[in-house]
């Protein structure tokens, strides 16, 4: 098992060769991927540290295994119809919606919501930022592009959170999978239609660094099964800087299994499933 040493050894020579910093990434996680890029690359933790430092193309790949980018389509069904019936029935109204998906990963929860926005008819007024530091699922996103069989069982997502009103289960929605996905079954691909694709912003941003590109405030941010993946003092951090990118009653909505505590917390009021700026 990787000691604790060598992860800081490790995250030194990140630090020192790039403007990446792995720092604050939660300890267990981290050593967890090193323990694989290990595995995989049948390296030790001395030839991995050497190569970064000599290798900025290594570098990146690294970077890009360290990070986990597991997701779905309409993952958390419930959430969803939260979204679609809460969030976006108090912002249905305004002229725009500005939206930041913070940590896209291949683009699943991007697609989510941009049905949601089309079925509730105001998809035209969404301006939509997706962001990652992971260029290779940013490409993957772009696509909208996944392999049919992998991501069938999410159809069923699909279903839970698009052709069913918890508020009335009287009112079943019919909508076909179709209207939005191209399906393949002899290439075995799912592609999201043009109309999903074309209105999506993408950017690489690393959320440690913070870098300031935003010209207006947000109305929804989602940054959902990220934070687990910092330190306390770095999701600290990131949800400070989002109490300051997003406009008051804006709402955040994170992972099932991500909160906010201590003094950001008054920033912000929890509703439910998600957090309002206050
Ligand atoms: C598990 S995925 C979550 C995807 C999606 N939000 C969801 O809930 O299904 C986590 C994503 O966070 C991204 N990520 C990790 N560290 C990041 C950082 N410092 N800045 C921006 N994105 C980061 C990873 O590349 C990965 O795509």
Redesign the pocket.
Known sequence: MIKLDDIINFNNAVKEVSSYNLSDYSKKSLGRRIEKILSDYKMTIDSLIKKIKLDSNFLEKIIKNI??????LF?DPKIWQSVKYRVLRKLKNKDTINIW?????TG??IYSMLIILHELGIANKANILA????TD?IEIAKKGEYIYKFNIEYIENFKQAIQVNPYNYEDKIDVSFTKYFEIDRVKNLMTAKPFLKNKVVFKK????KQDNIFAEKFDII?????LI?FNAKLQKRVVNMFADVLSKKGFLIL?IHESIFGAEALKYIKHGEFYIRR
């Open positions: 990070t986990v980018n597991t997701t779905e993952r998906h913070a940590g896209c990963s699943q929860e962001t990652d530091i992971n699922v941003y690393d959320l440690v989602f940054c959902r099964n990220v993946y992972g």
